[in-house]
């Protein structure tokens, strides 16, 4: 059985398990709990598995491990049935992809930017290397990137096309990260709460 090493909390562990749950293979992959907060991601024997010392990451049946939740997501809309949630055509999977990558990194890294550097983050044990200034920075960069996605929301259902997508987890995973950090602008971002209320909805959050 393929096994996915997370912690069950954390935004980017949820990424894969909403993509698990969208194409109702929950039940088909074993969790292995990491205790983030406990620093067992950055034991040694941790880290000859998994070099980039984050969660999610996933050990196949052959011992390969892969890790970051794009490539665990496109493995798992490759080998499980259900909707394509990367895409079906080499255009589809290049919008897909690239959207991604602008939402993973301008509204969901900069809030764990913005939590990991402006915080008391994960603790003094873990939080060795701080810069304050970054993250109040990428909390702008958050700011920015909430107003460019209700933008894109407006008149559409989903992030990408006509169809839900990767994209929408992400972009759901990291508003809600956003969301407890208190980072969203003061104005009202319409379209992107609608489509967040769709999207809490579908996930039945
Ligand atoms: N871009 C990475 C991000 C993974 C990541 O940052 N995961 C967090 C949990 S949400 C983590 O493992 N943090 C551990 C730490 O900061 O020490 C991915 O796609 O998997």
Not at 2 to 23: C, G, Q, S
Not at 148 to 161: I, P
Not at 189 to 195: A, D, N, V
Request: charged content about 25%; aromatic content about 8%; glycine content about 8%.
């Amino acid at each position: 059985m393929i096994r996915i090493y997370d912690a069950a909390n954390f935004p980017n562990p949820r990424r894969v398990r909403l993509a698990l749950r969208e194409k109702g293979a929950l039940d088909q992959v074993e969790f292995v709990p990491v205790d983030v907060k406990g620093g067992e991601l950055r034991t040694p024997a941790m880290r000859a598995m998994n070099p980039d010392a984050t969660v999610p990451f996933m050990k196949l049946e052959d011992g390969t491990v892969i890790g970051r939740c794009t490539p665990i997501i496109e493995y798992i809309d490759s080998v499980f049935e259900g909707p394509s949630l990367t895409g079906d055509t080499a255009q589809e999977r290049a919008l897909i992809h690239a959207m991604n990558l602008r939402v993973e990194e301008g509204l969901l890294n900069a809030g764990a930017d913005y939590f990991h550097h402006a915080t008391a983050g994960l603790g003094p044990e873990l939080e060795t290397d701080q810069v304050p200034a970054w993250g109040e920075r990428q909390k702008r960069r958050l700011q920015d990137s909430a107003r460019y996605l209700d933008g894109v929301l407006d008149g559409q259902a989903f992030l990408v096309g006509d169809k839900f997508t990767m994209v929408d987890i992400t972009a759901y995973v990291g508003l809600n990260l956003a969301t407890a950090l208190g980072l969203l602008p003061e104005e009202k971002l319409e379209h992107l709460e609608r489509w967040k209320a769709s999207m809490a909805a579908r996930f039945e959050d």
